[in-house]
């Protein structure tokens, strides 16, 4: 049998391994503060997929209600009288180039079809960020055309080029093509739709 004093420290070793262990790159760090975006309008399993990776606090973008055609953000579903979207933007501050592509696989293996959208490189102009689609959820003709861009290794862009940046792990294509094809039966008119 253990003296006492040894399962205690073995108890705290435990606990202080956890916590280390549990952290990434991407969780909430005192050194790299974010203000919270507001009301985010991701489907309810999707925000827990967010929560579950430790990163609702990176969302910059969900909802956004411009009346434009090419407005990615726009309205996925609605839910007791509120708009949803299946599209999020992440902030991808004090993360370096390992850590992003670390957190790409975890959002696919949650469930999302990402893209790190860097300045100038895979045809993207603007601020840098992660763009990731909720893949279980019925979408809108523009999101279903970029789940099918990721799930072939393209930028989901108006180009449409080759994603340079990463690519998912064949594991990580199943998860999401799977998700996808599930979602498909869900909207009305579709083929195959129930």
């Known amino acids: 049998m253990l003296p006492r004093r040894a399962i205690v420290w073995a108890g705290i070793f435990a606990l202080a391994t956890n916590s280390v262990a549990a952290a990434e790159p991407w969780s909430p760090r005192a050194d790299c503060p974010f203000v919270p975006s507001g009301d985010n309008r991701l489907p309810p399993e999707a925000q827990t997929a967010l929560v579950d990776l430790d990163i609702e606090h990176r969302i910059t973008q969900t909802l956004n209600s411009r009346k434009t055609a090419s407005n990615y953000h726009g309205p996925d579903m609605t839910l007791k009288g ?47 960020h992660i763009h990731a689609v909720w893949a279980a959820e019925p979408l809108k003709p523009q999101l279903r055309d970029q789940i099918k861009s990721w799930l072939n290794g393209r930028t989901g862009l108006v180009g449409n080029g080759k994603y340079e940046f990463w690519q998912p792990s064949s594991e990580e294509l199943l998860k999401v093509s799977a998700q996808y094809e599930a979602s498909k039966a869900l909207l009305p008119g579709d083929k195959g739709a129930k």
């Open 82 to 128: 509120r708009n949803y979207t299946a599209a999020v933007d992440l902030s991808v501050r004090c993360l370096d180039a390992s850590s992003i592509k670390r957190l790409l696989s975890q959002l696919a293996n949650h469930g999302f079809a990402a893209w790190y959208r860097e300045n100038g490189k895979d045809g993207w102009k603007g601020a840098n």
